[in-house]
């Protein structure tokens, strides 16, 4: 769906450029006063995420012949959040609200989506591991750690995680409204997924309770080993994404921090 197509689909008057992003598949449009976000073949729940105040609002979808599906939303006039913002309360409000959304998670089950297990993880790193052929202590370490916590991690509960909670998608609109977007990589997983990546990112150790006092958990022993076992296993899995495009000084760093976290 390039400029030019997707003008024509729209029809006379309408004025389109890239969005940018990973997938190269949204667009900004607009037409006199009005613009809209368009993205092809975006998360199959917009609707329900739409519907929460999750996400801007879903205002039309359109099914190509080819299958594709079309959305369009408002365009907010806002901006990302700062890193710092990540501490804030309503942050953890609608994490919260996210997590909690029994919609969601039936949307999820409706299309079939399978938890993404403790052991579903592993597995696929392991598979990952062997297509590269690598052979590195870190890694080694690392892995051995995953499994040897397979039987203390096991989720208490599944919930819709978003799996991308850079502060770069969580964006403010004009009227101070928080909405969390890219939803291209969310699944059923435990919550404490979502968890560990925000708190080990943002916020400072001894911050970390009263943080999950507002987004409504106590900081239990348990909480606290499932979450650095998730951000171990991301740890490894965005090593590997870097490694497989040759990014080593990336690959450097991550192994750096992958020893740090080994350590605690």
């Not at 052929?133 to 890694?139: G, P, Y």
């Not at 909670?165 to 059923?188: F, K, P, Q, S």
């Amino acid at each position: 769906m390039r400029v030019k197509w997707v003008e024509q689909f729209l029809g006379d008057g309408w004025k389109v450029h890239p969005a940018g992003g990973a997938t190269g598949e949204a667009y900004i449009a607009q037409h006199g006063e009005q613009t809209v976000f368009l993205k092809r073949n975006s998360s199959p729940f917009l609707a329900v995420l739409s519907a929460e105040g999750i996400v801007p609002k879903l205002l039309w979808t359109k099914r190509l012949e080819n299958g594709d599906v079309v959305t369009a939303q408002k365009l907010i006039d806002g901006r990302e959040l700062k890193a710092f913002e990540m501490k804030e309360r309503r942050v953890a409000a609608l994490l919260s609200k996210i997590h909690r959304s029994s919609e969601l998670l039936d949307m999820f089950k409706r299309i079939g989506n399978e938890p993404l297990t403790p052991y579903v993880i592993v597995e696929n790193l392991r598979r990952q591991l062997q297509s590269f052929h690598i052979d590195d202590e870190t890694i080694e370490l690392g892995m051995s750690y995953l499994f040897g916590m397979l039987e203390m991690v096991t989720p208490e509960h599944f919930v819709v995680c978003h799996c991308d909670i850079n502060h770069n998608n969580w964006m403010l609109d004009e009227e101070d409204h928080l909405y969390l977007i890219d939803w291209d990589g969310a699944t059923v997983s435990d919550p404490a997924l979502d968890l560990g990546l925000l708190l080990y990112s943002y916020i400072p150790r001894h911050e970390w309770e009263s943080w999950l006092e507002q987004y409504g958990v106590k900081l239990e022993p348990a909480l606290r080993e499932r979450m650095h076992w998730y951000v171990v296993s991301q740890s490894i899995s965005v090593l590997l994404w870097h490694y497989g495009r040759q990014q080593f000084e990336q690959v450097e760093q991550l192994k750096v921090y992958i020893k740090s976290l080994l350590k605690e």
